[in-house]
C-alpha cells in the first residue's frame, strides 16, 4: 500500500489498460546504465497537452481575404469611373457648383436738407431648388402640394402657381423664385417652420421635411418714408426691382449700382464651407440729391388737394421754383399715390401730370404776348386800347370772359383785367401784317419754351403743341395771343414766369441737386442751360404791370394778395380740351406769379382740371392756392418784405 498525507485524501486508482511496449524500448544493461523505467500506467484525471498547429495556413487564408477585397474595390472602381460613370455623374449634381447674385444697394433719393424721400431696407428673395422636392429626393409623391400648402398662406400667393414653380417641366431646373423682397419677418416665418419639420422628421420616421429645398436670397426693398408726399417726382419700384417711373426711372443707372455674383460649391442645397466658393462683390447704387423742399412739397401738396377735392375736379397740379436757379422745391398732383402700396392706386393718377398733362393754358400765357408787344416797342403800359365788347376777326366773332361796354384800358389794364380783345388788339401790331404779327409772337413763344422739352429730361413729359406759324389756322392766328390752340404742361407755365421774374433770363428747370457715390463723395449736377428771352429792363415792366393783376382793384388776381409782400401774379380760365373725347368740356382754371415783385425769390404755378362744383375761374380757386403755397414758401426760405412801394400802374384812361 501507498503511504498518503493526511492532509490530502489518498486517489483511487483505477486501472486501465496497459500501454504495449515498444519494441526498442528494451536495452541491454551494462556498467553504469539507467535502469529501466517500468510502463506506465494512465491516469484519468490527468490533463492532456495541446500541441500548436502550423501557423501557415492561417496566413494564406488572410491573404486570400485581403486579396478578395482588392478586387472588390477594383472592380467597383472600375464600373463608377467606367461603366455607370454617366449614372454617377448625373447624382454629382446634388453636389456642384452654383452661382447666385447679389444685389446692390439702391442708393436714396433725399430733397436738398438730405431727408429721405426713397430708401431700402433689408429684405429676401424667397427661392427652392425643385430637384429636392422630386420623389426619389424627398421619398413622398406630394411635397411640392404639401411645401405649397405651407408657404401660400405665409407668401401670400395661389397655391396652385407654387405648386408649378416647385414641379417644373423641366426636371433638371435647380432654382426657382417664389417670392421677391418679402420682409425679414416672412422669412423668419418660412425658416422656423423649416427647422420645426427638420427636427420633427429626425424623430417620426413618417414625417418628411418638405421645406428642406426652400431658400432665401438676401436682397432689399424700396421704401417710400413719407408715403404718397413727392410720388409724382419719385415714381415708384416694383416688386421685381424696377424702376416704373419718375427719378427711379430717370436715374435708374445711377441708383441702382452693379450687382455682383457669387460662386460656391452645395449640396443639397447647402454651401460646402470645406471646397471654398469665389465672390464678386456688389457695387451699391449712389445717392440722389434733390432739389425739392420737403417741407413746401407738403404744403403745395396739401394745398392742391383740398382745391381739387372742395372744386370736385379731375386733378390739379402746383409748382414751385426758385426763380434766380430753376430749382424746383416743389411739384405736387392731385390725386396722387402711395409708391408703398400700387394695390390701390388709380392707374390715372400714376406718372406726374404737371409735366405729363398738355393743356391749352388760357390767359396766363397773356404775360409772353405782353413780353413780344414790351420788347418789340410796339407799345408801353401806358399805351391806350379801346376794347370793344366783341372784335370781329377772321371768320369768327371774339369777346372777353364777361360782356360790358366799351373799355378804355392802359396796355397794363389789358393784363389786368384779362382782355381777349385788348390781347388781340396789341398783338396785331407786332407787324406790318397778320402773318407777320403771327411769326414774331412764334419766335418769342419759343424762346420762353413752348413746344420744347422743359430740360428735366424727366419720363413721359410732354414738349405740348405749338404749331408753325403757317400752319395756325384763321381763328389761331387770334386765339394762340391769349392762351388757346396752344398746349403746354404746368413746369412750362412755371418756367415762363420764373423767365420773367430773373430779369429776362430763362434758366432751364432743375430737379437733381447732385449725386453722392458710395465713396461718399458728392457730384453736383451740371449747371443748366440760360439764355435771355427779354431784356431786364422788359421783365422789371411785366413785374410791376403783373402786380396790378393782383394788387388793383379791377384786377382779376386779387384773391392771391399776401400782407406784407408785393405779389406779381395772372389769372387763366381756358375752354379744356376732354383727354378722353378730344373736345372741349369743361374749364383749365390756374394763377402763375412771383414773389417779392421788386426783388423775386418764388414762383409759384397752380392749374386745377375741371372743376365741377362752385366757382372755375382761375383767380377765384387757384388764386387761394397761390397764396397759402406762396406764404408757406417764403416763410420757410425766410424771405423778408421788401418794403417798397408798389408802381401801381393805371388800368384805365379817360376817354
Same mark, same amino acid.
Given at each position: 500500500m501507498t503511504? %498518503? /498525507? @493526511?492532509?490530502?485524501?489518498p486517489r483511487r486508482r483505477v486501472p486501465g489498460p496497459a500501454r504495449p511496449a515498444r519494441p526498442d524500448a528494451r536495452r541491454r544493461p551494462g556498467p553504469g546504465a539507467r535502469p529501466a523505467r517500468r510502463p506506465s500506467q494512465a491516469r484519468p484525471g490527468a490533463p492532456r497537452h495541446l500541441r500548436l498547429g502550423s501557423p501557415r495556413p492561417r496566413l494564406r487564408l488572410v491573404g486570400l481575404a485581403l486579396t478578395l477585397v482588392m478586387i472588390a474595390f477594383v472592380v467597383r472602381l472600375f464600373q463608377v469611373q467606367? %461603366? @455607370?460613370? /454617366?449614372?454617377?455623374?448625373? &447624382?454629382?449634381?446634388q453636389n456642384r457648383y452654383v452661382g447666385q447674385v447679389l444685389a446692390a444697394d439702391r442708393g436714396e433719393i433725399t430733397d436738398r436738407s438730405g431727408v429721405a424721400l426713397a430708401t431700402s431696407e433689408d429684405a429676401y428673395d424667397i427661392t427652392a431648388d425643385p430637384t429636392m422636392f422630386a420623389p426619389d429626393h424627398l421619398k413622398i409623391g406630394d411635397g411640392p402640394e404639401q411645401a405649397a400648402a405651407l408657404l401660400a398662406p405665409i407668401l401670400g400667393q395661389d397655391q396652385e402657381a407654387l405648386v408649378k414653380k416647385l414641379r417644373p417641366k423641366n426636371k433638371s431646373l435647380r432654382y426657382t423664385k417664389l417670392a421677391s423682397r418679402q420682409t425679414p419677418q416672412v422669412w423668419k416665418q418660412i425658416k422656423d417652420l423649416k427647422s420645426a419639420l427638420a427636427k420633427k422628421s429626425e424623430t417620426e420616421k413618417n414625417t418628411h421635411n418638405v421645406l428642406a429645398g426652400v431658400f /432665401? %436670397?438676401?436682397? /432689399? &426693398?424700396?421704401?417710400?418714408?413719407?408715403? @404718397?408726399l413727392a410720388a409724382g417726382i419719385l415714381g415708384w419700384v416694383n416688386g421685381e426691382g424696377k424702376p416704373g417711373g419718375g427719378i427711379e426711372l430717370q436715374l435708374d443707372k445711377q441708383l441702382a449700382g452693379k450687382d455682383g455674383k457669387i460662386r460656391y460649391a452645395q449640396s443639397g442645397g447647402r454651401l460646402v464651407p470645406t471646397v471654398g466658393s469665389t465672390e464678386t462683390p456688389a457695387v451699391p447704387g449712389s445717392d440722389v440729391e434733390l432739389t425739392i423742399d420737403r417741407d413746401i412739397q407738403w404744403a403745395a401738396q396739401k394745398a392742391i388737394t383740398d382745391q381739387v377735392k372742395e372744386s370736385a375736379a379731375d386733378r390739379g397740379y402746383v409748382i414751385v421754383q426758385d426763380t434766380r436757379t430753376g430749382q424746383i422745391l416743389a411739384m405736387a398732383n392731385s390725386p396722387g399715390f402711395d409708391p408703398n402700396d400700387l394695390s390701390d392706386a388709380d392707374s390715372a393718377a400714376l406718372g406726374n401730370a404737371a409735366v405729363q398733362d398738355a393743356f391749352e393754358p388760357g390767359s396766363t400765357a397773356k404775360v409772353m404776348s405782353m413780353a413780344a408787344v414790351l420788347q418789340e416797342n410796339t407799345a408801353t403800359p401806358m399805351t391806350h386800347v379801346v376794347v370793344p365788347n366783341r372784335l370781329h376777326r377772321g371768320d369768327r366773332l371774339f369777346k372777353d370772359d364777361i360782356d360790358h361796354p366799351t373799355w378804355y384800358l392802359t396796355l397794363n389794364g389789358v393784363l389786368a383785367k384779362s382782355s381777349n380783345i385788348g390781347t388781340i388788339l396789341a398783338t396785331g401790331q407786332l407787324g406790318k401784317t397778320q402773318a407777320q404779327s403771327n411769326k414774331v409772337l412764334y419766335d418769342y413763344l419759343r424762346k420762353f419754351g413752348l413746344g420744347s422739352y422743359t430740360g428735366l429730361g424727366f419720363p413721359g413729359e410732354t414738349k405740348g403743341i405749338l404749331a408753325p406759324p403757317d400752319k395756325w389756322s384763321t381763328s389761331q392766328q387770334y386765339t394762340i395771343p391769349f392762351g388757346q390752340g396752344v398746349s403746354i404742361n404746368a413746369m412750362q407755365a412755371a418756367s415762363v414766369y420764373s423767365t420773367i421774374a430773373n430779369g429776362g433770363v430763362r434758366v432751364e428747370p432743375t430737379l437733381v441737386r447732385g449725386t453722392k457715390g458710395p465713396e461718399g463723395r458728392f457730384t453736383p449736377a451740371p449747371e443748366p442751360k440760360k439764355n435771355r428771352v427779354v431784356s431786364a429792363k422788359t421783365a422789371k415792366t411785366l413785374a410791376q404791370m403783373l402786380e396790378s393783376v393782383v394788387d388793383d382793384e379791377e384786377g382779376t388776381g386779387t384773391k392771391a394778395r399776401i400782407p406784407?409782400?408785393?405779389v406779381a401774379g395772372k389769372t387763366g380760365t381756358a375752354n379744356r380740351v376732354d383727354p378722353a373725347t378730344g373736345k372741349y368740356q369743361g374749364y383749365t382754371s390756374s394763377f402763375a406769379g412771383f414773389a417779392p415783385a421788386d426783388k423775386p425769390r418764388v414762383t409759384v404755378y397752380c392749374a386745377i382740371q375741371n372743376a365741377t362744383q362752385g366757382s372755375y375761374f382761375g383767380g377765384q380757386i387757384c388764386g387761394p392756392v397761390y397764396k397759402q403755397v406762396m406764404e408757406f414758401a417764403l416763410k420757410s426760405l425766410q424771405v423778408p418784405p421788401t418794403g417798397a412801394k408798389a408802381a401801381r400802374l393805371p388800368v384805365s384812361f379817360q376817354n
Open positions: 503511504e %498518503v /498525507s @493526511d492532509r490530502e485524501p467606367a %461603366v @455607370d460613370a /454617366s449614372t454617377y455623374a448625373a &447624382k454629382a449634381e /432665401s %436670397v438676401g436682397t /432689399s &426693398k424700396r421704401v417710400y418714408p413719407n408715403g @404718397d406784407g409782400y408785393r
